[in-house]
T-cell receptor
Framework: RKEVEQDPGPFNVPEGATVAFNCTYS??????FFWYRQDCRKEPKLLMS???SGNEDGRFTAQLNRASQYISLLIRDSKLSDSATYLC???????????FGTGTRLKVLA | DTGVSQDPRHKITKRGQNVTFRCDPI?????LYWYRQTLGQGPEFLTY????????KSRLLSDRFSAERPKGSFSTLEIQRTEQGDSAMYLC?????????????FGPGTRLLVL
């Protein structure tokens, strides 16, 4: 079993839709979690860190569920420009390296 | 531009040749990371440095791969005797070692094609 797992998608949604992605992790000692956005052939760019209390940034909301060992990303009012791959990353206790999921592809359709 | 920079951005080489990539981190960042990403996969960790010390290496980093950060600033990743399976995007990231923030910021990557 992979340490961090994501549904690769693609998720095809119409403009204006709300879409949610989950990312599960296997190491209960995971300390920190992040969502990155990656456009085709570009580097990952930080979208948001994920805090235990949940956090929101405009149309984006991230949640952490430690009991069930997953993080989620909710995108409201999807825009065409949200089309990208969304990567989740975890840092496990005792290290600073990221463990990434495979990424979830999102296509927002006009 | 004060972000992470990488050079070259693209490299095409023949199998068996050696290649070297350079990464310049964000100037105040002590930690520097190398990852490799292939199509359809998330980045995979290769190694990381805190200042000039190489603190962790992945099993992915075979003996053909070597990374250095001699002065605790820029880093180089060398691949000797390249193989076609080395074709990938090589990403560098940096983070601060101060405080609680462990967020990593990525450079634009070096895309390697081994023919």
């Amino acid at each position: 079993r992979k340490e961090v797992e994501q549904d690769p998608g693609p998720f095809n949604v119409p403009e204006g839709a709300t879409v949610a992605f989950n990312c599960t992790y296997s190491n209960s000692a995971s300390q920190s979690f992040f969502w990155y956005r990656q456009d085709c052939r570009k580097e990952p760019k930080l979208l948001m860190s994920v805090y235990s209390s949940g956090n929101e940034d405009g149309r984006f909301t991230a949640q952490l569920n430690r009991a069930s060992q997953y993080i989620s990303l909710l995108i409201r009012d999807s825009k065409l420009s949200d089309s990208a791959t969304y990567l989740c990353a975890a840092i496990f206790s005792g290290t600073y390296k990221y463990i990434f999921g495979t990424g979830t592809r999102l296509k927002v359709l006009a | 531009d004060t972000g992470v920079s990488q050079d070259p951005r693209h490299k095409i080489t023949k199998r068996g040749q050696n290649v070297t990539f350079r990464c310049d981190p964000i100037s105040e960042h002590n930690r520097l990371y190398w990852y490799r990403q292939t199509l359809g996969q998330g980045p995979e960790f290769l190694t990381y440095f805190q200042n000039e010390a190489q603190l962790e290496k992945s099993r992915l980093l075979s003996d053909r791969f070597s990374a250095e950060r001699p002065k605790g600033s820029f880093s180089t990743l060398e691949i000797q005797r390249t193989e076609q399976g080395d074709s990938a995007m090589y990403l560098c990231a940096s983070s601060s070692a101060q405080g609680q923030d462990v967020t990593q910021y990525f450079g634009p990557g070096t895309r390697l094609l081994v023919l």
